[in-house]
Every structure is written in C-alpha cells, then in structure tokens.
C-alpha cells in the first residue's frame, strides 16, 4: 500500500472523524484509529493545527481534519529508551539507535518524546527541545511543559549546554592537530566542532575521538569528521556504513546546564 493523504471538512459537530476518512480513503475504521494513537492524523480550528489523537475528541463545523498514511512509517517498532533522569519539567533519556528526536505529519509514535508521554508517571505532555541523529545515540531532553521548553531551548540558542560525543572513526587521527578546532558552515550557518584523540586501535585503521560541538547544525559531527577524511564507523550517508555493517559509532555522552527547573548547575553523562 501506498501513501494516501486525506483532509475532510467537519460539517456538523455530530460528524465523526474516522467515518469521514474512512469514506474518503477506503481505509478500516481500526487503520485509522491506530493512525490517530500513532499521530497520523491532524485537526485544523482557524490558524490552530494539532494531532488529534482520540475518535472522540468533540469537533466543530468548519474543523478540517487531515490524514498522512504512510504503511511503512506506521508499522515501525520504536526502539526503547532508558530513563535516566525524571526531574517533572524535564526528563533525560538515553536514546538508541534508530528512535527518531521528533516526528513528522506522518507520525510520531517512534519518537522519544512521544515514548516520554505514554510511560513517564505521572503522564505528562512532552516537548521537543534539541535533536539528535536518528542514527546516532546518546542523551537527550525532553521536557514537560511549555514554560521548560522554551528555558532548555533558550540555553541550546545561547550556546550555554555543554554538549560532548564520542566517535569512533575510520583513519589515524593522531595526524591530527590536538585538539584540532573545526569552522566550516553547514548549510550557510555557522557550525563549530572541537576533536581530541582519545585512542588508536587496528594498526592505525580506527581512533576514538572526544567532540565537543557549540553548535548543533543537521548532522554536524558526521559531516565535519567527513570532510576531515575520518568519517565515522557506520555512517551511511558520509562514509562507508553498508560497508561497515554497523550501527553509527557516534554516542551523545554529556549534556552539562543550568537546571531550569533547580536554577543549579547539572551534569549528565554515559560511561561509555
């Protein structure tokens, strides 16, 4: 099955939501409604668009409500993160390999935010506040209310959360300067990345590098190590992961801010 997009009108507040999409697309009634839990399917009231989640979510006349149905997104089994902080405005995460930062119009039930929202007790909203590669793992935020969102956002803008990786990447680093400070623009802006040699192993074929980055640009690390000609081992898009045969070696291991919740210094961090 392809893709299917469908967007109906709701006439009267007697209509419901997965009888019109059911009509407009063929798709069954459970489909959908799993569609719906899985953040497929989107209601729009004036300038106002949110997933809409619940079949019986009382609508008005004039809402339109939208259908993304992608078979293959739908049917993706989210990885499980591990908790490793819950601080109520706030929890940090541990995500693995393959569990997406945020979600898309065709779903996000394999998000960590999402993964947040169904098993944090108390239950509790969950925001996006920064990103990390799908291919990558490592810590992350989420937080838990508007109010923390826009705080945690307010220090990854500023540049005032440390931010540390570590990589294991093709090649002799140690030709490296030490630590060799990297400044070249991604996509027109500003990325910046530091690298200290940590290890060689294999006869010189791989070295395990320390990253601290004050910028988070779209895949930054990978493409900076990349561009040095020390991509990373398993990167399928910058170097030679089919090759590899395994998962991204890049682990997001520190994540060190002013707690927004405590207004005190915090440090979280993966031994790794």
Request: proline share 4%.
């Amino acid at each position: 099955m392809s893709r299917i997009e469908s967007h109906v009108r709701i006439e009267s507040p007697e209509d419901n939501p997965v009888d019109l999409l059911q009509q407009s697309t063929s798709l069954s009634k459970q489909r959908i409604k799993l569609a719906m839990t899985q953040g497929a399917v989107w209601v729009t009231r004036g300038s106002n668009t949110q997933r809409l989640r619940r079949a019986r979510r009382a609508l008005r006349a004039g809402d339109e409500v939208h259908l993304y149905y992608d078979p293959e997104i739908l049917a993706e089994t989210p990885a499980e993160p591990t908790l490793i902080a819950d601080i109520g405005g706030f929890s940090v995460w541990n995500k693995p390999f393959g569990l997406r930062s945020q979600g898309s119009k065709w779903g996000d039930h394999c998000t960590v935010a999402r993964w947040a929202e169904r098993h944090l007790q108390p239950e509790r909203s969950a925001f996006t506040v920064h990103r990390l590669d799908r291919a990558a793992n490592g810590l992350i935020l989420v937080a838990h209310s508007k109010k923390i969102a826009a705080a945690l956002s307010k220090l990854f803008r500023e540049r005032r959360v440390e931010k540390r990786y570590r990589a294991l990447v093709t090649g002799d680093f140690s030709k490296q300067r030490k630590p060799l400070r990297v400044e070249q623009a991604i996509d027109d802006k500003e990325a910046v990345s530091e690298f200290s040699l940590l290890d060689v192993s294999d006869i010189g074929k791989k070295s395990v590098v320390d990253v601290r980055i004050e910028t988070g640009r779209k895949h930054q690390v990978r493409r900076h190590l990349a561009e040095l000609g020390h991509p990373v081992i398993g990167d399928r898009l910058y170097g030679t992961g089919r090759a590899d045969g395994v998962d991204l070696q890049l682990t997001a291991y520190l994540l060190a801010f002013q707690c927004p919740v405590n207004d005190e210094p915090v440090e979280y961090r993966l031994q790794v």
